[in-house]
């Protein structure tokens, strides 16, 4: 009687064994050997997003987010079309929104800033465009409560200005030390510098007309910029992302433009450094831990989530989860002495 009830233990723990290991395995983080991010934006709906930066993008595979000006398209010199637009939407490039008529929200009477943000939803929504975030026109309107709140009743999320780096947990220690999540307002009522609103984004464009930058200096700026997340994504875990704001590529004496070569350059260094270039689109909000985190890296199971307990937090984003793989590893090695672990009282899948 005992040998029976002992051999339905084990066999009872061995089939729970390969539970996991299917449940995991359904978890398992894509392997990456590096752990650099980066997103890539493209304002205001320029043609030569289109005709110069898209064919280099398209050269090293790069999807970028193109926020869309709804009124510009098709309507302005120097502008894309529609046409244009859908395809880049249909290649896989985001494709998001920037107003309906790049104005500074911030000067507008509610019922204006009400259509800016809705209007333009629903002008890219005809165009079979599902657009989940915005961008504020000027980089402004971010820190007014009036506008936020009508922006976070059509988007997931919105890009601001102008930080090297956004925080998934928006809690930059060099610029928002005592800011330890992205909720919105602050216990007293008051906006948050970072926030699921307000994702700070890095404009090389503006960089350069505040700095008077040469394409040298600048390209060296950039490499800065897109190598600082490294001291905060060094463990196999992203922490911070570097989005890079575009506005002309290629289309020379005009304002804002970027250089043909320096754009090239930049997307082969990206390329050489093995940097994943990701999407706004791929940026979600956590209501429970008020941290971003990136959709694709994410256990799809909240049983997989908390089998993932040796990364520091879930909404944080582990791109290659050593120690769960090697309890998977150890597991495989020897079910049976998992098996004696569990019996006997051990934490095994708690380190
Ligand atoms: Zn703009």
């Known amino acids: 009687m005992f040998i029976f009830l002992i051999t339905g233990i084990f066999v009872i723990i061995l089939v729970g064994q390969f539970q996991f290991l299917v449940t995991n395995g359904q978890s398992v983080i894509p392997n990456r050997t590096d752990d650099k991010v980066v997103i890539l934006n493209f304002d205001d709906s320029r043609k030569s997003q289109y005709t ?24 302005k010199e120097g502008y894309m079309n529609w046409q244009q637009v859908e395809t880049l939407h249909r290649e896989g490039h985001d494709i998001a929104s920037h107003s309906m008529h790049h104005i500074h929200l911030d000067k507008l009477p509610t019922k204006d800033i009400e259509f800016e943000l809705s209007g333009s939803k629903k002008c890219l929504q005809d165009h079979g465009i599902n657009a989940k975030s915005f961008a504020y026109p000027f980089g402004s309107g971010s820190d007014n409560k009036t506008v936020i709140n009508i922006v976070a009743k059509y988007y997931e999320i919105a890009r601001a200005g102008n930080d090297a780096l956004a925080f998934l947990r928006c809690d930059n220690p060099e610029i928002q030390p005592t800011q330890t999540d992205c909720k919105t307002y602050t ?41 600082s997340q490294s001291s905060y994504n060094n ?8 989005i890079i704001v575009y506005h002309n590529v290629g289309d020379q004496g005009t304002d804002y433009n970027t250089d043909l070569d ?12 093995n940097f994943t270039v990701l999407t706004m689109a791929d940026l979600a909000y956590n209501d429970k831990s008020n941290y971003l985190y990136i959709k694709e890296f994410q256990p799809e199971q909240p049983e997989t989530m908390a089998v993932v307990k040796s990364t520091p937090n879930f909404t944080e984003v582990p791109l290659t989860p050593v120690s769960t793989r090697s309890n998977v590893t150890e597991s495989m090695a020897n079910p049976i002495m998992d098996a004696f672990k569990i019996l006997f009282g051990q934490q095994y899948y708690s380190r």
């Open 187 to 227: 216990d007293k009522n008051g906006l948050t510098y970072a926030n699921r609103y307000a994702v700070r984004a890095w404009s090389q464009d503006a960089t350069r007309n505040e700095n008077s930058y040469d394409d040298a200096a600048l390209y060296d700026r950039f490499i800065q910029v897109v190598n």
């Open 52 to 75: 110069n930066a898209k064919p280099i993008l398209d050269k090293y595979g790069f999807k970028g987010t193109f926020y869309v000006v709804c009124t510009y398209i098709g309507a």
């Open 235 to 242: 463990d196999g875990t992203i922490r911070a992302i570097p």
């Open 262 to 273: 320096l754009f090239n350059k930049e997307m082969k260094y990206l390329h050489n450094g």
